[in-house]
């Protein structure tokens, strides 16, 4: 062979030279155009002949709808496969064909049984129609191992955050129900203009995993409603270690109430919310959190953020006792030359000099200190406007819907400005049923009207047990003592279970199965299809006396409803 054919021949194996190690195949930065069956022939060829495979790199090429469904082909054996790297790969492609290619790409793993650690679709901007594209696979037995799902600058917007947040609820349920609940432990999902209501959606899905390590959602457009509903959410999920909300819309409320979710945690090495807008209140709130807790801090980023000098002073003190602590950046705020000076002479008294980061781009201290406050209140009132238009919006779409199923107008949400409460229930905004279950709390409970009882049992579907069970315990968690909370819970479990157990088409059998499944009375053991086997669960939910008092009071309305209708 000729020299000049040699050289040919090594460079045509050195364009298309497959990285290999013992589990992983790796066709990343290859720059393939992958558009036809052919054009896919060897990526085919080398996933066939990888025996073991565990882990699939197809980033940084391009494929198409037919490649697609000839290397999920390819993939309908490989049931060891457990990451699949596949960000950046639809380059150059038209929106429409996205969802078909992931749609073939992950029925293919269903159909292999493949069990997945790990899902990176980043970078491929695919929008909400694209959450459909892997909505069956995130709901598969192939997710119930999931333990990193990475989403970054997909462009899902609230539509798509909504679909993946009900799919990670319902991932959750089916693996709950198979006895290994879904442990999601890193979720990413940074520049996808999820907003207030895509974040509140996925929120509600992280408080039933209660699983997470990681958040990184930096760059979505969140304000202070949907702050506080992932706030609420990382409360119930203790084992946190990165919150990264970078550039996203804090305020005073916000940071109020991520600083309350803070107290609680005990395992945050990273906090990143620079670029949010905590300002001076926010700032000192989250200093609290920090003064009181989180020992393990490594991390917490502040810059830009609108902190005037003060404020600053206070996080800097409360870093004193933070051993681990290797980086506090609180750069791009408003400290002056004064107080950059006196931020420094406090961590070399601690000394601490060397974690504080630049200060370059630093605001420089206002004239006058009442700027701050007057700042603050305005701050205040845009939120304030902000919350109203945002119940406005709820209450007109609202109103139809419970027109159109047949409660007219007197049942509809009450009025913003005239609200009826009950006794010693103090005058506030109203909030509407599907709030106050999405991100149950007595105070929403309280202020949802007179007529709570009845619309919570008007809105919830009582010929379906699964959605009866969900909003018995929502309602049960949050009961108190206090006699203002106690009645009205009452009340509304007892209107929800008269509804369902007065309906001839309600299966109490599932019911009753569901609601210990749920309180974790039972655990399903066994396959779907093949029978529900359950065996008692010797250690029950620490809730499990508040429940049951509700359930008894809400099974003795039942009772009452029974015996009405004679059934």
Do not use: Y
Not at 5 to 10: F, Q, R, V
Not at 448 to 472: F, N, Y
Not at 481 to 508: G, I, P, Q, W, Y
């Amino acid at each position: 062979m000729a020299s000049e054919d040699i050289t040919k021949l090594a460079e045509s194996l050195a364009k298309t030279q497959v990285g290999r190690d013992q589990h992983q195949l790796s066709f990343k930065g290859k720059s393939l155009k992958l558009n036809t069956a052919e054009d896919a022939e060897e990526v085919i060829k080398e996933i066939e002949e990888f025996d073991g495979l565990e882990e699939l790199r197809l980033e940084g090429n391009t494929v198409g709808v037919e490649a697609a469904k000839v290397i999920a082909k390819a993939l309908e054996k490989k049931s060891e496969l457990k990451r699949c790297h596949w960000s950046d790969m639809f380059t150059g492609r038209l929106r429409s064909e996205i969802p078909p290619a992931l749609m073939s790409l992950g029925e293919a793993l269903v159909t292999a049984g493949s069990q997945l650690v790990e899902l990176d679709l980043s970078d491929n901007a695919f929008g909400p129609d694209g959450v459909r594209g892997f909505e069956v696979l995130l709901k598969s037995s192939s997710c119930f191992t999931l333990q990193e799902l990475k989403l970054n600058n997909c462009g899902m917007g609230i539509g798509g955050g909504k679909i993946l947040a009900a799919a990670l609820r319902e991932c959750h349920r089916k693996s709950s129900a198979q006895g290994k609940p879904l442990s999601l432990k890193i979720f990413v999902a940074g520049r996808n203009r999820l907003e207030n209501d895509g974040a509140t959606a996925l929120a509600e899905a992280f408080r039933v995993i209660g699983t997470l390590e990681e958040v990184h959602m930096p760059q979505n457009g969140i304000n202070h409603p949907g702050i506080t509903a992932l706030a609420q959410a990382f409360a119930v999920n203790p084992l946190l270690r990165i919150i990264n909300l970078n550039d996203n819309t804090f305020t005073e409320k916000g940071a109020v109430a991520m600083a309350e979710t803070l107290k609680t945690l005990r395992q945050v090495e990273v906090i990143n919310f620079g670029d949010c807008l905590v300002r001076s209140r926010g700032a000192v709130a989250i200093a609290e959190a920090v003064k009181e807790g989180l020992h393990k801090l490594k991390e917490l980023n502040l810059s830009f953020c609108e902190i005037k000098r003060d404020a600053a002073l206070i996080i800097a003190e409360a870093t004193e006792d933070k051993s681990e602590l290797e980086k506090l950046d609180l750069n791009g705020n408003c400290l002056g030359e004064e107080g950059c000076e006196q931020l420094q002479e406090i961590l070399e008294g601690f000394n601490m000099a060397e974690v504080l980061g630049s200060l370059s781009d630093d605001e420089g201290e206002d004239d006058d200190d009442d700027d701050e406050d007057d700042d603050d209140d305005e701050d205040d009132k845009d939120e304030e406007e902000e919350d109203e238009e945002e119940e406005e919006e709820q209450e007109e779409e609202e109103q139809p819907r419970l027109q159109e199923r047949g409660q007219g107008e007197q049942e509809s949400l009450p009025s913003k400005k005239i609200l009826e409460t009950h006794e010693s229930t103090p005058v506030s905004s109203p909030v509407d049923v599907a709030t106050f279950l999405a991100f149950p709390s007595p105070e929403k409970l309280l202020r949802l009207g007179p007529k709570c009882s009845a619309l919570v049992a008007q809105q919830t579907d009582a010929s379906d047990p699964e959605k009866v069970v969900t909003a018995l315990l929502k309602i049960a968690s949050v009961f108190k003592d206090e006699d203002s909370v106690k009645t009205v819970v009452h009340e509304m479990t007892d209107a929800l279970m008269r509804k369902a157990f007065s309906s001839a088409t309600f299966n109490s059998d599932a019911f009753v199965t569901s609601l210990l499944i749920h309180m974790g009375l039972l655990k399903v053991r066994g396959q779907e299809g093949r029978g529900l086997k359950v065996c008692c669960v010797s250690k029950l939910h620490s809730h499990f006396k508040t429940v049951q008092e509700l359930k008894a009071r809400a099974c003795q309305g039942a009772h009452h409803s029974l015996l009405e209708t004679g059934r």
